[in-house]
């Protein structure tokens, strides 16, 4: 029988842990939804950004999350690049669709087999003094180390809709893949500004990948495991629509967690696919697509 | 004293083997309204993207005279020309559909210039479209081709421009929106002391407006009128436009 214990339990790490999911997928909701890039190796940043903050946690004691945001103009740089490299490689001759897909597809793997050559597959974990440690409110518990990616992972993502919605820039990102001439009629570089969103994406998983080495112990591949969701979760929301990103990943996040509790974990992974499925053959334009 | 003006000389130009401008020469000057008559498939649209920037040409030249200061368009991307002050509204519009109203009119003051006058502006096109300050919540793609017309030339505005070129305003509107288009313009030209280059077909909307103005017939220009006037009387518009 459900119990009520723990259906409120299973809600509330549900809730917790879809608020992390839409940090993991906010730099999707850019590059994919807003630019058309199908960056799939975004898990493999966030990855990244998980071992950068082990590194700087290790090494200096330093708080994972503050790790992980003192690195970001480092990640938005590397972003800047990849940007500028697929630029010239695919986008600037039309060849975007298919070789593009390729290039991202082999970047993770690139990502991925570096980390593993370099530090091997051991799990790694961070420490901070929150992690552990857990609050009670009546019969549910709720455990810092969901509770603290939770609030960031609200922050980070109010943080980029307030940029997108209330800056210029963040304007013509909306713009960009709307109408290109028309964005430069407006006297803007479509070019740069495809550039600095893709480096603002980036720069999210330097964050996202600090939350996720809270959450749990991380290796090369976990990123794996994040594919399917991230791209239900920006698919599920309409392409781009930030709230309805936020709305989507609580929803997969309680979904998942339900699965799990109630059918056991072993069925978790199938929720964003069938989440996918069902929104591709129902709703195709989404929760909360424009148009 | 601030000056803008606009000089095209000899300039070719076409799509892969099609040639559709022949030598074709033109010039704006300050504070004028110049109207490029011509049917479809004459090259209006073409020299309009030459002076954007959109179609390289492939000989002649495109002056811009700015204050005294002669800046050749040639090579320059349609941002750079932006920036440097001629704004175009397209042809078809070209709004963002997925953005509302306002965030479109937002986007015509991403310039540095259009930035600093950005109260005054969206202040005055609201004045001038009132329509749009009630709809400005509105996404832009869900609104009627008049409308969005006239969300097309208020951001436009938004740019702050100095010449502002208008490619076939009337293209897709009911006769009564493009008397009511063409009469905005007007206003919106005598208010702002705007320069204007308009291509259209509709001639008897068109003259309403031109101070003088070029009738291009298959990629040359068949005809310059000093005024109005001169244009009315022309046989070829006769020929063209009026069916005698």
Sequence with gaps: ?291 | MASSRLVVEGLEAGYGAVRVLHGVSINVEHGESVVLLGSNGNGKSTLIKCIMGIVPPTAGSIHFERDGERINLAGKSPQEIVGLGISLVPEGRRLFPALSVEENLLLGAYRAAARARLAENLAFVFEVFPALRERRRQLAGSMSGGEQQMVAVARALMTEPRILLIDEPSVGLAPILVIRMIAKIKELKERRNLTVLMAEQNFNQAIKIADRGYIIVHGEIAFEGRSAADLKNNDLVKQYYLGL
């Design chain 1, 1 to 291: 029988m459900i119990s009520a214990d723990l259906f409120s339990n299973a809600v509330v790490s549900g809730i917790l842990l879809g608020g992390f999911y839409a940090a993991v997928a906010v730099g999707l909701a850019i590059t994919f939804g807003q630019l058309d890039i199908v960056n799939i190796a975004h898990p493999a940043f966030v990855i990244v950004g998980s071992y950068t903050a082990w590194i700087i946690n290790t090494r200096t004691g330093l708080d994972p999350v503050l790790a992980g945001i003192l690195v970001t103009p480092i990640f938005f740089l590397v972003g800047v690049a990849i940007y500028r490299i697929y630029y010239a490689a695919f986008e600037r001759t039309g060849q975007e669709s298919l070789s593009g897909l390729a290039f991202f597809f082999g970047l993770m793997f690139i990502i991925e087999v570096t980390l593993i050559l370099v530090y091997g597959v051991d799990y790694r974990l961070v420490n901070a003094a929150y992690i552990g440690e857990s609050i009670d409110i009546g019969f549910v518990g709720i455990p810092y180390r969901m509770l603290v990616p939770f609030i960031v992972a609200v922050l980070l993502t109010g943080g980029v809709y307030l940029y997108l919605s209330r800056t210029f820039t963040g304007r013509a990102i909306l713009a960009v893949a709307q109408d290109r001439l028309a964005l430069q009629l407006m006297g803007a570089d479509p070019v740069r500004v495809k550039q600095f969103a893709f480096g603002l994406a980036i720069a999210t998983t330097a964050i996202a990948g600090s939350l996720l080495i809270i959450i749990g112990p991380v290796e090369p591949s976990v990123g794996r495991l994040y594919i399917g969701r991230v791209f239900a979760i920006v698919v599920l929301a309409g392409m781009g629509s930030i709230p309805g990103m936020v709305v989507a990943a609580l929803i997969i996040g309680v979904v998942e967690t339900m699965v799990g509790t109630f059918m056991g974990p072993s069925w978790s992974p199938a929720v964003s696919f069938g989440v996918l499925l069902l929104t591709l053959a129902v709703r195709p334009a989404g929760l909360f697509g424009r148009q």
